[in-house]
């Protein structure tokens, strides 16, 4: 299996690029994590595989979607990995800047330059509320604490206990 001048080449070598930030992304995420959570839900009967779908997985979401996001525009303007890889076929958009700018044609250097930036603040404007909203559910500010209303409900209704915010004890 030969990758040498296919289009594949560029984005695993761009994905073999970013595994270090995403995975530094994540191993800081696994370290902040309780491992009381995973011991818990082991002793309340989950398996290996529902405790990382179920425990793990959520909280490490938000940290690996800001390392895929951070490579995934670092690879937009990479060019050393670019320069080595490229095929005239395959050419990435920094590599046609390049090719520009030395054909003295900065015009068309400027418009690649426009929509490397537009095409970048799109994707991090894109990522960004989904990230402001997983990060705000993962980590509460104030403690949540289960509550039961005095008001009669239905038997067997969920709705008689809901989570509300109790303000901290001064």
């Not at 979401?61 to 490229?86: H, K, T």
């Not at 076929?89 to 003295?104: F, K, M």
């Amino acid at each position: 299996f030969l990758l040498v001048g296919t289009a594949a080449i560029l984005p695993l070598a761009y994905l073999a690029r970013a595994l270090l930030a995403t995975g530094q992304a994540a191993m800081a995420a696994l370290e902040q994590m309780d491992p009381q959570l995973e011991e818990a839900a082991a002793s309340l009967g989950a398996g290996k595989l529902r405790t990382l779908v179920r425990v793990t997985l959520p909280r490490v979401r938000p940290a690996l979607a800001a390392g895929a996001s951070l490579a995934f525009l670092a690879a937009f303007g990479d060019f050393v990995v670019s320069i080595v890889l490229y095929t005239y076929e395959t050419r990435p958009i920094s590599i046609e800047i390049l090719s520009n700018l030395r054909l003295q044609e900065t015009g068309v250097a400027a418009v690649y330059g426009v929509l490397l930036t537009a095409l970048s603040a799109a994707a991090s404007h894109s990522w960004s509320p989904a990230a402001r909203t997983t990060a705000a559910r993962a980590v509460p500010d104030e403690p949540v604490v289960m509550v039961q209303r005095r008001r009669r409900r239905p038997a067997g209704s969920l709705i008689a206990f809901l989570p509300h915010r109790i303000p901290p004890a001064r």
